[in-house]
């Protein structure tokens, strides 16, 4: 039988990191000696690569500056991996929840992000979350989102099929990446992007707290069998 899948995106989604991704932000640009950007600006740019995000946070950095500050993000970052705990919280509820779907024998859990898969794998290792899922894929196996590859290759290494799969994430980016794979889209609405802009990128369902994803997740793959 075809498992049922069940992909989940990391930062903004399951863990909350906006304050350590604006904090180690805010200490790499002040490393190399410059105002650090807005808060909002930071929260806009998570989900890019690290260049491409210092870049954009600062049209006038030239580019060996934007060297400096992702190099002084990375150190920042790695001083702070003890502390994600109190740092990267899970969201309330995100447990309870990945039990629910995990325990049930006709589901695989597994993750799609952005984050590094160093940086992904310290996070889930913080929260004991390691053997919760049965893939990963992250920025350094192929295509950032909203490019639909790490939809389509995670399924397959599970053995699955794209229209039993569902992606759970809170960004535009996570709904594209959805759609394109041919996949559920069932947006959170507890991270950096509303309810109108993960509708437009095509989401299927929307859930407000994480109680309601179990249901929503389930009930979008029951509907195309
Ligand atoms: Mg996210």
């Known amino acids: 039988m ?5 992909l989940f995106d990391c930062d903004g989604t399951l863990v909350d990191s906006q304050h350590m991704i604006v904090a180690t932000m805010t200490e ?5 000696g410059h105002a650090p950007p ?3 600006g930071v929260l806009s740019i ?3 690569s690290l260049p491409e995000a210092v870049g954009r946070l600062d049209a006038n950095l030239d580019a060996v500056t934007v060297g400096l500050v992702v190099e002084a993000y990375r150190d ?5 991996q003890f502390r994600l705990a109190e740092t990267a919280p899970l969201y309330p509820g995100a447990l309870d929840a990945l039990q629910a779907l995990g325990g049930r024998d006709d589901v695989l859990l597994g993750i799609v992000t952005g984050k590094s898969r160093r940086g992904l794998d310290a996070i889930l290792e913080t929260h004991g979350l390691t053997s919760m899922f049965s893939v990963l894929r992250t920025a350094d196996d192929g295509p950032s989102k909203p490019h639909p590859f790490m939809v389509v290759d995670g399924v397959a290494a599970l053995g699955g099929h794209v229209s039993q799969t569902v992606v ?6 996570d709904m594209q990446m959805a759609r394109a794979a041919g996949a559920f889209a069932l947006g959170v609405t507890w991270g950096y992007n509303g309810r109108d802009e993960l509708t437009e990128a095509g989401a299927q369902a929307l859930a407000d707290g994480f109680a309601e994803v179990p249901g929503l997740a389930m009930g979008l793959l ?3 069998i």
């Open 46 to 48: 998570i989900g890019l």
């Open 28 to 32: 790499a640009f002040a490393k190399v």
């Open 76 to 80: 920042t970052y790695q001083a702070m």
């Open 222 to 224: 029951v509907e195309r």
């Open 38 to 40: 807005d808060r909002a």
């Open 2 to 6: 075809t498992p049922k899948l069940i």
């Open 168 to 173: 759970v994430g809170d960004t535009g980016y």
